[in-house]
């Protein structure tokens, strides 16, 4: 007998983006610690290596969803942060930053030191420099020109944060969608820059320097972390998941008072999407600011968010 499965479930399921999978699990965390030995070698660039199949979750927690397996041998270096958290330490791994059991890891090499050259025989006082001479006027010089008026300049246009954000989000409109990635070009996309995004996520290719998935789009918009506010370099701290269920540098609110530059998230079973609110009806047609997929991109449309959706605003807006 052949079974017949309607298209209609087969696009639906497909069409949803999914930033995390429940089937990964690549090693055991219940057990988490540092050695003191470790603790003190911990330093920001530091290289670690894992001693086992181990998890990069997106958060400090043993419910946090897993980014990627890495196997035993692979290579991470500390970022953010030298502490621990509840036994897991803030790592990246070609590019996705994420939290790896401290117990699975082990001390590879010290941050490289900076390097620079002292340079020799510069003159004793390098800073002094002579007087410009003013020559004398000559005996049938015209009369010097009168002052010209003082222009005062206007006073600087003040903006806000939200205002800012809105503007982060606009320049990154263009660029392509990039599973765990999160940089673009400020001055905007071009044919060139823009990168292109093959295939279905999180299986998905890309080409280019440039691009986003919809949580590493929001969060360098938001610049949560706040040292997360370099659009050129790659950073993605956190996933739709973390967006939804956790509490950082955003609070819940209510969906009739939404505002310019709040957030629309959800994740539930292991798929997950978040997107900006500029205007328009928070229950009907609404304009946003969203990575929205593969195949489109980051884009600024107007649409409609169902009612999975919660809406959350940064706790400085």
Known sequence: ?????????????????AETSTSLDGGDDSNR??????????????????TANANLRDAPLQSGRVLRVLPAGTELTIVRSTTAADGFLS??????????NGALVAFVSAPAAPTYSIAENLPRYIDETPDPVTPEP??????????????????????????????????AVGFSYWWGYAKWDPSGATSANKGSCSGVCPD???NGSYGADCS????????????????????????????THQEYEWTTVSRDALHKADAFTYNTDGRGHIMLYESGDAWGQ????????????????LRTVSDKYKAIRHKNW
Request: proline share 12%; hydrophobic share 40%; net charge negative.
């Open 33 to 50: 610690s540092v050695s003191t030995e470790l603790a003190d070698k911990l330093r920001i660039g530091a290289v670690l290596r894992t």
């Open 1 to 17: 007998m052949r079974l017949h499965i309607p298209i209609c479930i087969l696009l639906l399921a497909a069409c949803q983006p």
């Open 204 to 206: 998905c290719g890309h």
């Open 91 to 100: 790592v990246e791994h070609l590019g996705l930053q994420g939290w790896v």
């Open 138 to 171: 000559a005996a049938n010089a015209p009369p010097p020109p009168p002052p010209a008026e003082e222009i005062t300049a206007p006073p600087p246009v003040q903006t806000s944060p939200v205002e800012d954000a809105i503007v982060r989000a606009q320049a």
């Open 216 to 243: 590493g789009y929001v969060a360098k918009v938001w610049q949560v972390p706040e040292w997360n506010n370099d659009p050129t370099t790659n950073q993605h701290p956190y996933s739709s998941y973390v967006f």
């Open 286 to 301: 609404m304009w946003t600011y969203e990575s929205r997929g593969c195949s489109t991109g980051i884009v600024h449309n």
